[in-house]
């Protein structure tokens, strides 16, 4: 099976995209990365390192960087999605326009589209569909830091496609000694729970920057994952899906991890800074602002209560101060945890 899927196209050269990237050329795959600045991608191609996302990790002579999509695309049976939520429809009708027979895309971002409040994979579906090309849509998610997963620290993640035997080449096409891949067919949970994780992670970093203290990130985090689990479940997915690596692993990760770009976020909002200097002054993207637009649409839309998203859709669209929305949280209604199990039914 290796051989069937030895040359794959990665189309995005941030710090993921790199990194898994790096984990395929380095198994031995033949890798072509493609990013949207030219000057970029030549300065990875030359530099063999990512010094701009990725800086400090060699890259293998399987990897090469390119700016020219058709080349990057071109025959490739394996393709993998590795941009910003915000730009993955865009960006996709290129690939599929340079794209030649039929391939497995596989898409490791995390986010809902705005407006359209499809996930990347119902994306991707669309577009495909408009296009009149043939594609095997999987998805890849669970805790995982770039760059851990370039350091080789053991990491253990989660990919689904709509059949099993998708989903088991995905996971044959990842899988190493340091990278170890469980399958699912739970396309629309596992990327719920991807999405959604991220604006409970900076629901928790507005509570370690205000020095709420570990009680507080606690409970955030298990209140989150019922709210995930119950909006997850209304919209057709596993509730066991939310128990696993995409869900509860990747929200446990993004919430307490220092490398986490969403609970950086939130720690300076707790902190008194604004949500515009914050982002102005940010590399790279923090998929939980925009994914907090679309999910509390999403949640409003389901008629699914969601009071932590709706407290972080507050903060960051209608300027509600951190304390406030703390206050608000606290004096609901009291309630009876038991009504989570009752929503799922």
């Not at 620290?153 to 990278?179: C, G, L, N, Y």
Request: charge should be negative; include cysteine.
């Amino acid at each position: 099976m290796m051989s069937d899927y030895q040359d794959i196209a990665v189309i995005g050269a941030g710090s993921w995209g790199t990194a898994l990237a790096k984990l395929l050329s380095d198994k031995g795959h033949r890798v072509a990365l493609w990013g949207h600045d030219h000057l970029h991608v030549e300065a990875i191609q030359a530099e063999r390192q990512n010094s701009k996302y990725l800086p400090g990790f060699a890259l293998a002579d399987t990897l090469t960087a390119g700016h020219d999509l058709r080349e990057t695309v071109a025959g490739k049976p394996v393709i993998l999605m590795v941009v910003p939520s915000h730009v993955t429809r865009q960006v996709f009708r290129q690939v599929l326009a340079k794209m030649t027979g039929e391939a497995i895309i596989i898409s490791a971002t995390k986010g809902i589209e705005n407006d359209s409040l499809l996930t990347m994979t119902q994306v991707m579906g669309e577009e495909l569909e408009r296009a009149g090309k043939i594609g095997r849509l999987g998805v890849l998610a669970g805790p995982s830091f770039a760059k851990e997963v370039a350091r080789r620290i053991p990491t253990a993640v989660s990919v689904a496609a709509q059949d099993k035997e998708t989903a088991q080449a995905i996971q044959h096409i990842f899988f190493t000694d340091r990278f170890r891949v469980y399958t699912s067919t739970d396309l629309i949970g596992l990327e719920l729970g991807g999405a959604l994780k991220n604006p409970i992670a900076i629901a928790a970093g507005i509570s370690d920057g205000a020095g709420y203290g570990t009680n507080t990130r606690a409970a955030l985090i298990t209140r989150g994952l019922a709210e995930i689990t119950r909006l997850g479940v209304k919209m057709g997915a596993s509730p066991l899906t939310f128990a696993g690596l995409g869900g509860l692993g990747d929200l446990v990760l993004t919430c307490t991890g220092d490398l986490s770009r969403n609970r950086t976020v939130g720690i300076k909002l707790g902190q008194g800074q604004t949500l515009t200097a914050i982002l102005a002054e940010m590399e790279m993207v923090a998929e939980g602002v925009k994914t907090t637009r679309s999910a509390w649409d999403l949640a409003c839309r389901e008629g699914v209560d969601m009071p932590i998203l709706e407290q972080m859709y507050q903060v960051l669209y209608k300027d509600k101060p951190c304390a406030d929305a703390v206050h608000e949280l606290l004096t609901r209604d009291q309630k009876d945890e038991d009504e989570f199990s009752a929503d799922l039914n």
